[in-house]
């Protein structure tokens, strides 16, 4: 079993950053929405909202690692360009799609949407957790706060969900591949 | 005698909302702005150009680079001004739910190769 750096990295913004994002989506949204609704009749310990707190500054880093490593590490890599006379472009994976008909939507739709829709994940996710880290439980004394904060949570899974769903599909048309080469493990006959 | 925290009791709330207001419009102008940079880059080879602060990344290193200083900008523009006030949340909310749906269509390649 062997992996290349570069399928390395793509793993790490994929599913390292992107997949746990997506992941923990669910939980702030259920955590926001009972820990800040004034139906519930008891008041959020003060524990519970010093962990929905830190969780919160958690997924912002996640969401900043997964664009940032995107953009700047895989990307390149991606949309790296053939130098003149390569025929083969098994490591040029944006030319790759490109090259036929039935292949150039996952580029020209996929790609494109994915490259900045992606952002608004983390932009978002910034001002829930900016939010929430200002108001804590106060939130709830704040109705239309809280909803346009579950809505940009809602947002940036929607937004996150795009990019991954692209990201994965794009990856198994056109992997990114190259780099060192890392040996995982040794494979037995059976 | 009546619970202070029944479930349909409205304590007044601690902190002003002009804080969290500010944040949201920002992030709804910082997406705006993000999408209507994309579309430029897009559309305009000069804008393109322009927007390419580390080739290996294309235009895409500028578009959201600028886009997020000017996010950023706001936010603390907006912040300064209302941090101690009380806003009508109501509408900036709508406001800034527009400029995301305008954003979520801006990103979207078929509706930029409309223009």
Known sequence: MEMTSRAL??????MGFGALYLLACSGAFIELYFGSTRAHRSEPSAGRERFLKVYLIAMVVLAWAAVLSGAYIVYP?????????????????????MSSPKTIGWHSLGMEWKEHVAWFAPISITMV?????????????????????????????LSAGIAGVFGALIDKQAPVNGGRNFHLSAGVEK | MM??????????????????????????????????????????????????F????????GVTTVA????????????????NKTVAVG?????????????????????????
């Open chain 2, 3 to 52: 619970p202070q925290n029944s479930a349909n009791s409205v304590n007044a709330p601690a902190i002003p909302n002009g804080s969290g207001a500010a944040a949201i419009l920002a992030a709804g102008i910082g997406l705006f702005a993000l999408a209507a940079l994309a579309v430029a880059a897009d559309k305009s080879a000069l804008v393109k150009k322009g927007l390419i």
């Open chain 2, 54 to 61: 580390y080739t290996p990344t294309g235009a895409l290193s």
């Open chain 1, 129 to 157: 957790a900016f939010v929430f880290l200002r108001y804590g439980r106060d939130l709830r004394n704040h109705p239309r706060l809280r909803t346009a904060v579950l809505g940009f949570t809602a947002l940036s899974f």
């Open chain 2, 68 to 83: 997020i200083l000017f996010w950023i900008g706001v936010w603390i523009v907006l912040e300064m001004r209302w941090r």
């Open chain 1, 77 to 97: 890599w991606y949309r790296a360009a053939p130098p003149p006379g390569v025929s083969d472009l098994a490591m040029f994976p944006q030319r790759l799609l």
């Open chain 1, 9 to 14: 990295w793509t793993l790490m913004h994929g």
């Open chain 2, 91 to 115: 509408r900036i909310s709508a406001a800034a739910f527009i400029l995301l749906g305008l954003s979520l269509l801006l990103t979207f390649p078929p509706i930029v190769d409309l223009f």
